[in-house]
């Protein structure tokens, strides 16, 4: 089976994206169910998988982070990976999705969980939101502020990848993504056609979708009255060929093949010293290779259990 990719919560799994999207496997309610079902329902997951990423919104409560802390170190276990991307909650979504999407390509572990650090840097996420009086996730001007408590004002808001604020208006813009991008849009307790109507048009979406709002967002917002959007990648060969075209490395502590500079598994990165020798007396890493997978998608395979080396 592929590696799991799970949330923490119904609505960070978002509906297929095309017919090989896996399935999300849902954590939900971790701060208010008990440990021992939540524990049985992590190990039937790595029985079942292997491994399992655990994508979570960094709205989430904090009792959330710490039941999954709890539940890694109560199983002792390395084949669970914690991700919590930067981004806001319906961003989160559209990442776990893209995640489930290239479970079912031949990307090992490892290299499965790295993808999403990469594929955060290819999100456009924000909201319309009627104040940024309590936003603390984006840069507010004391003008905007001021502005906020103006009854019928409206903002719009681009947390990621580079903030901006502006306030809505005839010439209000957001600057968007320069590649073709496809559009989910989630509708809170704001009136607006703004991100249907302006937006989307503007930055050339490719098609668009609406879903419900994350139950987080409103808490990574300050506010309910929001519409949040996501652009994002949504062709599955594009995934795995952006992913692939990166170089891989063999994590020194864990062993598992991994893209970037941080293991999601372990957490590790690469030891830096003047000599080339790795820190505490382990062994030098293992130079980078090329990954030579290139454009066409691979049939799903069953990853290789637990720790591997790199075969050459």
Known sequence: MPTAIAVTGADLALPPQDERTMPAAVLPE???????????????????????????????????????????????????????PDLPPLGVAVLARQLRQLASCDLSPGVLASAGRLLTHYIHAGAVLGSVAKLDRVPVTLKAHAKSWVPGSQ??????????????????????????????????????????GTLAPSWRVQGLRETDLPADSARWWGTGRTVEFCAYLADLSVLYQLVTSVRQSVCHWCGLDVIGDLCVFCSATPPTTQDGTAGEGRPAPTPVRQNRGRGVLPPRQQPTRGRRALTP
């Open 30 to 84: 971790l701060d208010r169910r008990p440990l021992d079902r939540t524990l049985a329902e992590m190990q039937v997951l790595l029985d079942q998988h292997g491994q399992v990423v655990v994508v979570t919104s960094p709205a989430a409560p904090p009792a959330v982070q710490r039941r999954l802390h709890t539940v890694r170190s109560l199983l002792e276990s390395d084949r669970i990976a914690l991700f919590k």
């Open 155 to 196: 903002f719009a808001v681009l947390a990621h990848p580079q903030p901006q604020l502006v306030r809505l208006g005839p010439d209000a813009r957001l600057t968007g993504p320069e590649f073709a991008t496809r559009m989910v849009v989630a509708k809170g307790q704001l009136q607006s056609d703004w991100v249907t």
